[in-house]
């Protein structure tokens, strides 16, 4: 496939990862994939996926990777060309996996992978205002604190997965969000 280019955005809650990823999947005409936005949009259409997935959810499961995998395989699938800004996606090894089958079926891989990062007391300090501008009052630093140890939990496999690729790259995610893009740029260019 010409024309392709898939790009994986991580970083931890706060780190400005949903600002970037909508402003770089606009520039680069990619289009932004998030596995939440999939598995609500499955859900709503009543797909044979989502149906599963609900039931799942509703008795306060976690949504189990071949599914996921699954809804992002069909997203995938669907576009003519794949230009991609990966969001949320993969989380796991396993995942990370199934992905790297996937776009070898298309004869593609992953162009780069991109990891925002925060000193922790400055996403403390992000959410917290966050959560103040957005009256979310479940947002204390207690649960943001739980938050980043969960994410760091879960993606430091990811981490280890991808660094050793050549396509791993670390982004600074402290200063502006124009700072930040162009550091994003610099590795993309």
């Not at 009543?46 to 509703?58: H, V, Y």
């Not at 400055?122 to 204390?140: C, H, I, K, W």
């Not at 496999?157 to 600074?172: A, E, M, Q, S, T």
């Amino acid at each position: 496939m010409s024309g392709c280019e898939v790009v994986l955005l991580m970083g931890p809650p706060g780190a400005g990862k949903g600002t970037q990823a909508t402003r770089l999947a606009k520039e680069r005409a990619l289009k932004k994939l998030s596995t939440g936005d999939i598995l609500r949009a499955n859900v709503a259409a009543g797909t044979e996926l989502g149906c599963r997935a609900s039931s799942i959810m509703d008795v306060g499961e976690l949504v189990p990777d071949d599914l996921i995998v699954a809804m992002v395989r069909n997203e995938l699938e669907s576009m003519e060309s794949l230009r991609v800004l990966l969001d949320g996606f993969p989380r796991t090894p396993g995942q990370a996996d199934a992905l790297d089958a996937i776009l070898a079926e298309h004869g593609i891989s992953l162009g780069a992978v991109l990891l925002l990062e925060v000193e922790d007391e400055e996403l403390v300090r992000r959410l917290l205002l966050r959560a103040r501008e957005q009256g979310r009052s479940d947002d204390t630093e207690e649960v943001i604190r739980e938050r980043m140890r969960v994410y760091r939990r879960d993606t430091e496999p990811l981490i280890k997965y991808y660094r050793g690729g050549g396509k791993f790259h670390r982004v600074d995610g402290n200063g502006d969000i124009d700072e930040i893009h162009r550091r994003i740029e610099g590795i993309l260019s």
